[in-house]
């Protein structure tokens, strides 16, 4: 089982993007799927969760900016980033819970906002 994420890039500031992250391999469900973040010399971090539910989970600093949503047949989650800062400049990873398993994680795509 792997995770395939896409959609990073360079994007001034103010404006979006939209990550992907697919699950590939397997049948496996997963609980929660979500998206952390790791800016140079920084430690990682949460940016947004969502529970197979719907039940979101937001870090403070990109409420009302970011948008995290998936799509359970697909096993698939994404991230719309709007109103992008400088300080959002990471390495965005996905992460995948499911129940008697090892946390998977997705090998990152790099967002660069400019100012």
């Known amino acids: 089982v792997q995770l395939q994420a896409s959609g990073g890039g360079l994007v001034q500031a103010g404006g979006s993007l939209r990550l992907s992250c697919a699950a590939s391999?397997?049948?496996?469900?997963?609980?929660?799927m979500g998206w952390y973040r790791q800016a140079p010399g920084k430690q990682r971090e949460l940016v947004a969760t969502i529970a197979s539910g719907g039940l979101t989970n937001y870090a403070d600093s990109v409420k009302g900016r970011f948008a995290i949503s998936r799509d359970n047949g697909k096993n698939t989650v994404y991230l719309q980033m709007n109103s992008l800062k400088p300080e959002d400049t990471a390495v965005y990873y996905c992460?995948?819970?499911?129940?008697?398993?090892?946390?998977?994680w997705g090998q990152g795509t790099l967002v660069t906002v400019s100012s």
């Open positions: 391999g397997s049948s496996r469900r997963f609980y929660v």
């Open positions: 992460n995948a819970k499911s129940f008697g398993y090892n946390d998977l």
